[in-house]
T-cell receptor, first 112, second 118 residues
Framework: GDSVTQMEGPVTLSEEAFLTINCTYTATGYPSLFWYVQYPGEGLQLLLKATKADDKGSNKGFEATYRKETTSFHLEKGSVQVSDSAVYFCVFGYNQGGKLIFGQGTELSVKP | GAVVSQHPSWVICKSGTSVKIECRSLDFQATTMFWYRQFPKQSLMLMATSNEGSKATYEQGVEKDKFLINHASLTLSTLTVTSAHPEDSSFYIC??????????????FGSGTRLTVV
Protein backbone atom coordinates (compact mmCIF):
# COMPACT_ATOMS: atom_id res chain seq x y z
CA GLY A 1 0.00 0.00 0.00
CA ASP A 2 0.89 3.66 -0.04
CA SER A 3 3.13 4.95 2.71
CA VAL A 4 5.74 7.54 3.56
CA THR A 5 8.72 7.06 5.85
CA GLN A 6 10.85 9.94 7.03
CA MET A 7 13.76 10.12 9.38
CA GLU A 8 12.93 10.30 13.02
CA GLY A 9 13.50 13.39 15.03
CA PRO A 10 14.13 15.42 16.85
CA VAL A 11 16.96 16.84 14.79
CA THR A 12 19.02 19.50 16.55
CA LEU A 13 21.38 21.70 14.56
CA SER A 14 23.36 24.83 15.09
CA GLU A 15 22.54 27.90 13.06
CA GLU A 16 24.06 27.85 9.55
CA ALA A 17 24.44 24.07 9.57
CA PHE A 18 23.44 21.94 6.59
CA LEU A 19 20.11 20.16 6.87
CA THR A 20 18.95 16.90 5.35
CA ILE A 21 15.72 15.21 6.27
CA ASN A 22 15.33 11.89 4.51
CA CYS A 23 12.02 10.77 3.05
CA THR A 24 11.16 7.65 1.11
CA TYR A 25 7.82 6.55 -0.16
CA THR A 26 5.97 3.48 -1.36
CA ALA A 27 3.35 4.21 -3.96
CA THR A 28 1.05 2.12 -6.09
CA GLY A 29 0.77 4.87 -8.68
CA TYR A 30 2.52 8.07 -9.69
CA PRO A 31 2.06 10.59 -6.92
CA SER A 32 2.99 14.18 -6.46
CA LEU A 33 5.28 14.82 -3.52
CA PHE A 34 5.24 17.62 -0.97
CA TRP A 35 6.97 18.91 2.08
CA TYR A 36 4.74 20.64 4.61
CA VAL A 37 5.97 22.60 7.61
CA GLN A 38 4.23 23.18 10.93
CA TYR A 39 5.64 26.04 13.00
CA PRO A 40 4.92 26.03 16.72
CA GLY A 41 1.30 26.89 17.38
CA GLU A 42 0.40 27.20 13.71
CA GLY A 43 -1.29 25.15 11.03
CA LEU A 44 0.47 23.25 8.27
CA GLN A 45 1.89 25.19 5.38
CA LEU A 46 3.02 23.90 2.03
CA LEU A 47 6.79 24.37 1.82
CA LEU A 48 7.47 22.91 -1.63
CA LYS A 49 6.23 20.36 -4.09
CA ALA A 50 7.24 18.25 -7.09
CA THR A 51 4.68 16.72 -9.39
CA LYS A 52 6.77 14.32 -11.49
CA ALA A 53 10.04 12.43 -11.51
CA ASP A 54 13.21 14.56 -11.55
CA ASP A 55 11.30 17.72 -10.63
CA LYS A 56 12.97 19.85 -8.00
CA GLY A 57 10.80 21.79 -5.60
CA SER A 58 12.32 24.79 -3.84
CA ASN A 59 11.23 27.53 -1.47
CA LYS A 60 12.85 29.67 1.25
CA GLY A 61 16.22 28.02 0.64
CA PHE A 62 14.81 24.50 0.99
CA GLU A 63 15.04 22.02 -1.88
CA ALA A 64 13.86 18.51 -2.61
CA THR A 65 14.15 16.43 -5.79
CA TYR A 66 11.63 13.78 -6.82
CA ARG A 67 13.77 10.65 -7.31
CA LYS A 68 11.68 7.91 -8.82
CA GLU A 69 14.55 5.44 -9.04
CA THR A 70 15.16 5.59 -5.30
CA THR A 71 11.56 6.52 -4.36
CA SER A 72 12.90 9.40 -2.33
CA PHE A 73 12.20 13.09 -1.76
CA HIS A 74 14.85 14.25 0.70
CA LEU A 75 14.60 17.79 2.06
CA GLU A 76 17.78 19.88 2.13
CA LYS A 77 18.83 23.36 3.14
CA GLY A 78 22.35 24.67 2.98
CA SER A 79 22.24 26.95 6.01
CA VAL A 80 19.47 26.70 8.58
CA GLN A 81 18.25 29.52 10.78
CA VAL A 82 16.65 29.54 14.20
CA SER A 83 13.39 30.50 12.50
CA ASP A 84 13.41 27.17 10.63
CA SER A 85 12.65 25.35 13.87
CA ALA A 86 9.44 23.47 13.15
CA VAL A 87 8.03 20.05 12.34
CA TYR A 88 8.48 18.97 8.73
CA PHE A 89 6.18 16.46 7.05
CA CYS A 90 6.89 14.54 3.86
CA VAL A 91 3.61 13.98 2.04
CA PHE A 92 2.31 12.55 -1.17
CA GLY A 93 -0.94 12.58 -3.02
CA TYR A 94 -2.51 11.48 -6.27
CA ASN A 95 -4.21 13.76 -8.73
CA GLN A 96 -7.50 12.01 -8.28
CA GLY A 97 -9.12 11.29 -4.96
CA GLY A 98 -7.46 14.14 -3.21
CA LYS A 99 -6.21 12.17 -0.23
CA LEU A 100 -2.79 13.05 1.19
CA ILE A 101 -0.51 10.48 2.82
CA PHE A 102 1.66 11.95 5.59
CA GLY A 103 4.96 10.82 6.96
CA GLN A 104 5.34 10.84 10.71
CA GLY A 105 6.97 14.25 10.82
CA THR A 106 10.48 15.31 11.81
CA GLU A 107 10.98 17.93 14.46
CA LEU A 108 13.82 20.31 13.72
CA SER A 109 15.34 22.48 16.41
CA VAL A 110 17.95 25.06 15.39
CA LYS A 111 20.07 26.57 18.14
CA PRO A 112 21.78 29.97 17.87
CA GLY B 1 -3.99 33.42 -0.92
CA ALA B 2 -6.43 30.74 0.14
CA VAL B 3 -7.34 30.81 3.81
CA VAL B 4 -9.10 28.23 5.93
CA SER B 5 -10.45 29.37 9.26
CA GLN B 6 -10.85 26.71 11.92
CA HIS B 7 -12.72 27.45 15.12
CA PRO B 8 -12.30 27.11 18.03
CA SER B 9 -8.55 26.91 18.35
CA TRP B 10 -8.89 25.12 21.65
CA VAL B 11 -11.72 23.72 23.73
CA ILE B 12 -12.07 21.94 27.04
CA CYS B 13 -15.20 19.91 27.62
CA LYS B 14 -16.57 17.50 30.16
CA SER B 15 -16.70 13.79 29.49
CA GLY B 16 -19.99 12.82 27.87
CA THR B 17 -20.66 16.14 26.19
CA SER B 18 -20.41 16.96 22.49
CA VAL B 19 -18.13 19.44 20.81
CA LYS B 20 -18.45 21.02 17.37
CA ILE B 21 -15.46 22.22 15.37
CA GLU B 22 -15.96 24.45 12.34
CA CYS B 23 -13.84 24.77 9.26
CA ARG B 24 -14.50 27.57 6.78
CA SER B 25 -12.85 28.40 3.48
CA LEU B 26 -12.75 32.19 3.41
CA ASP B 27 -11.96 33.08 -0.18
CA PHE B 28 -12.58 29.98 -2.24
CA GLN B 29 -15.10 27.21 -2.66
CA ALA B 30 -14.03 23.96 -1.10
CA THR B 31 -15.72 21.05 -2.82
CA THR B 32 -13.70 18.66 -0.67
CA MET B 33 -12.64 18.99 2.93
CA PHE B 34 -10.54 16.60 4.96
CA TRP B 35 -10.46 16.06 8.71
CA TYR B 36 -7.30 14.87 10.41
CA ARG B 37 -6.35 13.93 13.91
CA GLN B 38 -2.83 14.48 15.20
CA PHE B 39 -1.46 12.80 18.28
CA PRO B 40 1.51 14.34 20.10
CA LYS B 41 4.77 13.84 18.23
CA GLN B 42 2.99 11.87 15.53
CA SER B 43 1.74 12.34 12.03
CA LEU B 44 -1.64 13.41 10.84
CA MET B 45 -4.15 10.62 10.60
CA LEU B 46 -6.87 11.15 8.03
CA MET B 47 -10.26 10.61 9.67
CA ALA B 48 -12.65 11.38 6.86
CA THR B 49 -13.16 13.08 3.54
CA SER B 50 -16.25 15.17 3.00
CA ASN B 51 -17.68 16.41 -0.26
CA GLU B 52 -20.23 19.20 -0.29
CA GLY B 53 -23.76 17.93 -0.19
CA SER B 54 -22.95 14.28 0.34
CA LYS B 55 -22.08 11.95 3.17
CA ALA B 56 -18.53 11.87 4.42
CA THR B 57 -16.25 8.96 3.64
CA TYR B 58 -14.60 7.68 6.79
CA GLU B 59 -11.26 5.94 7.04
CA GLN B 60 -11.09 2.46 8.42
CA GLY B 61 -11.30 2.39 12.19
CA VAL B 62 -12.92 5.81 12.55
CA GLU B 63 -16.34 5.69 14.22
CA LYS B 64 -18.75 7.60 12.03
CA ASP B 65 -21.35 7.83 14.79
CA LYS B 66 -18.84 9.38 17.13
CA PHE B 67 -17.26 11.82 14.70
CA LEU B 68 -20.12 13.43 12.81
CA ILE B 69 -19.11 15.39 9.76
CA ASN B 70 -21.35 17.80 7.92
CA HIS B 71 -20.42 19.64 4.73
CA ALA B 72 -23.58 21.54 3.95
CA SER B 73 -22.07 24.32 1.90
CA LEU B 74 -19.05 24.96 -0.28
CA THR B 75 -17.43 27.03 2.43
CA LEU B 76 -18.26 25.22 5.65
CA SER B 77 -17.62 21.79 7.10
CA THR B 78 -18.14 20.80 10.72
CA LEU B 79 -16.84 17.97 12.85
CA THR B 80 -18.84 17.07 15.94
CA VAL B 81 -17.26 14.83 18.53
CA THR B 82 -20.23 13.22 20.25
CA SER B 83 -20.18 11.92 23.81
CA ALA B 84 -16.55 12.86 24.14
CA HIS B 85 -14.22 10.88 26.36
CA PRO B 86 -10.67 11.61 27.54
CA GLU B 87 -9.24 9.36 24.82
CA ASP B 88 -10.74 11.72 22.24
CA SER B 89 -8.42 14.46 23.47
CA SER B 90 -6.26 15.36 20.51
CA PHE B 91 -5.40 17.99 17.94
CA TYR B 92 -7.90 18.08 15.07
CA ILE B 93 -7.02 19.71 11.77
CA CYS B 94 -9.15 20.39 8.73
CA UNK B 95 -7.97 20.89 5.20
CA UNK B 96 -9.80 22.20 2.19
CA UNK B 97 -9.15 21.77 -1.49
CA UNK B 98 -10.06 24.45 -4.00
CA UNK B 99 -12.74 23.03 -6.26
CA UNK B 100 -11.84 25.43 -9.06
CA UNK B 101 -8.29 24.13 -9.29
CA UNK B 102 -8.52 20.38 -9.34
CA UNK B 103 -5.07 19.94 -10.82
CA UNK B 104 -3.47 22.42 -8.48
CA UNK B 105 -2.58 20.79 -5.24
CA UNK B 106 -4.00 23.76 -3.39
CA UNK B 107 -4.63 22.07 -0.11
CA UNK B 108 -5.07 24.69 2.59
CA PHE B 109 -5.00 23.70 6.23
CA GLY B 110 -6.76 25.19 9.18
CA SER B 111 -4.70 26.08 12.24
CA GLY B 112 -6.16 23.20 14.20
CA THR B 113 -8.28 22.68 17.32
CA ARG B 114 -6.86 21.37 20.55
CA LEU B 115 -9.58 19.32 22.26
CA THR B 116 -9.17 18.35 25.88
CA VAL B 117 -11.82 16.16 27.47
CA VAL B 118 -11.82 16.12 31.26
Amino acid sequence: GDSVTQMEGPVTLSEEAFLTINCTYTATGYPSLFWYVQYPGEGLQLLLKATKADDKGSNKGFEATYRKETTSFHLEKGSVQVSDSAVYFCVFGYNQGGKLIFGQGTELSVKP
Amino acid sequence: GAVVSQHPSWVICKSGTSVKIECRSLDFQATTMFWYRQFPKQSLMLMATSNEGSKATYEQGVEKDKFLINHASLTLSTLTVTSAHPEDSSFYICSARDGAAEKNYGYTFGSGTRLTVV
